[in-house]
């Protein structure tokens, strides 16, 4: 049996862009076979590719939608589960429909949500046909060459949908399950890593990889109860076991876990759920088999975690403090990177401080919501690039499905202090354009009287935090630089041949023994020395 694959058909391009881009089908489990943008193409592509489920328009150019689903059937090659939408919300149309055999009928416009919910109906009517037509099977040698792999695909069918004991007997003697009808445990194992590798693998080297794990993993359940081993995702597996009540299970997990690791040299994580009786509850067990797995999150690679471990836990609603929050994008804002990552580690110390972990998903959407939350303030001052890397860290922050809480925290982190050091430089080139601004304008006044009152309100700044941000920029205090800036005017005064006393005057001093005193201060000799040395030098040049 193949996966779940659908084609979509409309003439407006825009319409099938929304479908393809804004649902995310392979988390569904639907593969995209094929599009077409009018009737003659669309039915071609439905006869090529025979795709599980068909999304069609009804009007469109060449050939209606309903026109090619007619055609289709005249031939007896409509297999389809067809859901057909127009903005046409004609009587006679759904009536038609109806009469092809249409699966549902959607009126324009419509919401994503309402694509999805039809689209999952028509997959989980599949599926349960798809189990049913097990019944049918002959024992036809080319079926018989197959079991292995229906067996696997009967057993990944078995842990979504419930099934009845009395239409199971015959299809387990037909499959040749060597496993009673009663009393199951499942477990949700995954090889830790294994899609996440450094250096990835080539493909050759994960399928030999995930053949070894499953087989050791056949050959230790073989020795102590009757099961079955299946793959459920690409680094996952599914054991079903049938254990007698005195057999341990926990036991056999971790006896699965050590072989893996002393003969495949891989570290494997294992879930157990409950032991249930009935076959229409395997579903349940295996739902509790992968919550279990779950909480690797907290336990890291390598753990073996049983249902009956977490249930018994009170449910714990995790949180840290709003006012380390706000204390945490205050530093941020500053730029303050010590103050950034202290705060963080409070905050994850905080969040994972409780005796019994919380669900992990829950911690993931906390984390989550921290991160957003830095985001939002490095956003603002972040330059189109920067803000390009954001959205890309915070969308994959979103989907990604971490493994550990300290895979987690490593990206929120990162985000934290990257964001941390833009704003720190983006914060010392506005200090350094508001300082350049005031030596602007201390040099343009050097005949008044300038306070730093007067140059802090230029640019905006209180008095106090002005002088801070001057001392730290130009390393003097603002008194200090203007009696520098001062004197170096006053040199270029006297070589141009400007009397001491109109100097005096023209930068804003009124006692001229006063300004001599500062530029002998300043120079080390006194204004009358300065131009004498540097006339005569010029004249001796």
């Not at 089908?25 to 003659?40: P, Q, R």
């Not at 003969?263 to 579903?283: C, L, T």
């Not at 994972?352 to 919501?369: C, I, K, S, W």
Request: proline content about 4%; hydrophobic content about 40%.
């Amino acid at each position: 049996m193949n996966g779940i694959t659908m084609c979509v058909i409309d003439d407006v391009k825009t319409v099938i862009d929304g479908i393809l881009k804004k649902i995310p089908w392979s988390e569904h489990g639907i593969e995209i076979a094929g599009t077409a943008a009018n009737g003659k193409d669309g039915l071609q592509l439905i006869k090529d590719k025979r795709p599980d489920i068909v999304l069609t328009d009804i009007r469109m150019p060449m050939r209606s939608g309903i026109d090619m689903v007619r055609e289709l059937k005249e031939g007896g090659e409509q297999g389809a589960k067809v859901i057909f939408f127009s903005g046409y919300s004609d009587f006679a149309y759904a009536q038609e429909s109806v009469r092809l055999g249409a699966f549902d009928y959607l009126v324009k416009p419509f919401t994503t949500q309402q694509i999805v919910d039809v689209v999952l109906r028509a997959k989980a009517l599949i599926e349960a046909q798809r189990l049913e037509q097990l019944d049918r099977m002959a024992l036809e040698r080319k079926v018989r060459e197959s079991l292995p792999y229906l067996r696997q695909e009967y057993f990944r069918l078995l842990i979504r949908h419930d099934e009845l004991p009395e239409r199971a007997y015959d299809k387990w003697e037909f499959l040749g399950i060597d496993m009673e009808l009663r009393g199951f445990v499942a477990m949700s194992v995954q090889i830790d890593g294994l899609m996440n590798e450094r250096s990835p693998l080539s493909v050759r080297e994960v399928e030999l990889t995930r053949f070894a794990v499953q087989n050791i993993m056949e050959e230790t359940i073989k020795k102590l109860a009757k099961g079955i081993v299946f793959r459920e995702h690409s680094s996952q597996f599914v054991i079903l076991l049938n254990p007698d009540k005195g057999v341990d299970v926990p036991a056999l997990a971790e006896a699965c876990r050590h072989n893996v690791k002393q003969y495949a040299k891989r570290d494997i994580s294992i879930g157990v759920g409950g032991r249930v009786e009935g076959i229409g509850e395997i579903a349940l067990s295996y739902d509790q088999a992968k919550t279990a797995l779950s909480y690797q999150f907290y336990s890291g690679s390598g753990c073996i975690i049983s249902y009956s471990d977490i249930e018994r836990q009170d449910p714990i609603t995790p949180h840290y403090s709003a006012d380390k929050e706000m204390e945490l994008l205050y530093c941020l804002r500053s730029g303050n990177r010590e103050g950034t990552e202290r705060l963080l580690a409070s905050i994850f110390e905080e969040c994972l401080r409780y005796p019994a972990p919380p669900d992990p998903e829950v911690m993931t959407n906390l984390f989550y919501g921290l991160a957003f939350s830095m985001y939002r303030v490095i956003a603002e001052k972040a330059d189109p690039n920067q803000r390009m890397w954001l959205d890309e860290r915070l969308s994959a922050m979103k989907k990604g499905r971490y493994l550990s809480t300290a895979e987690l925290m490593r990206d929120v982190k990162d985000l934290g202090l990257t964001g941390c050091e833009w704003l720190q430089k983006r914060q010392k080139n506005d200090v350094g354009q508001l300082i350049h601004q005031a030596l602007n304008y201390v040099r343009s006044r050097l005949s008044n009287d300038l306070t730093v009152q007067e140059c802090a309100n230029v640019v905006h700044l209180s008095p106090s935090y002005f002088s801070i941000l001057f001392k730290k920029e130009t390393g003097m205090t603002f008194m200090q630089y203007v009696t520098s800036a001062r004197m170096e005017k006053a040199k270029e005064l006297l070589l141009e041949g400007m009397q001491v006393q109109d100097i005096t005057f023209e930068l804003g001093y009124r006692d001229r023994p006063y300004f001599s005193e500062l530029f002998k201060k300043h120079t080390g000799v006194t204004p009358t020395e300065f131009r004498t040395k540097y006339e005569g030098a010029g004249h001796d040049g």
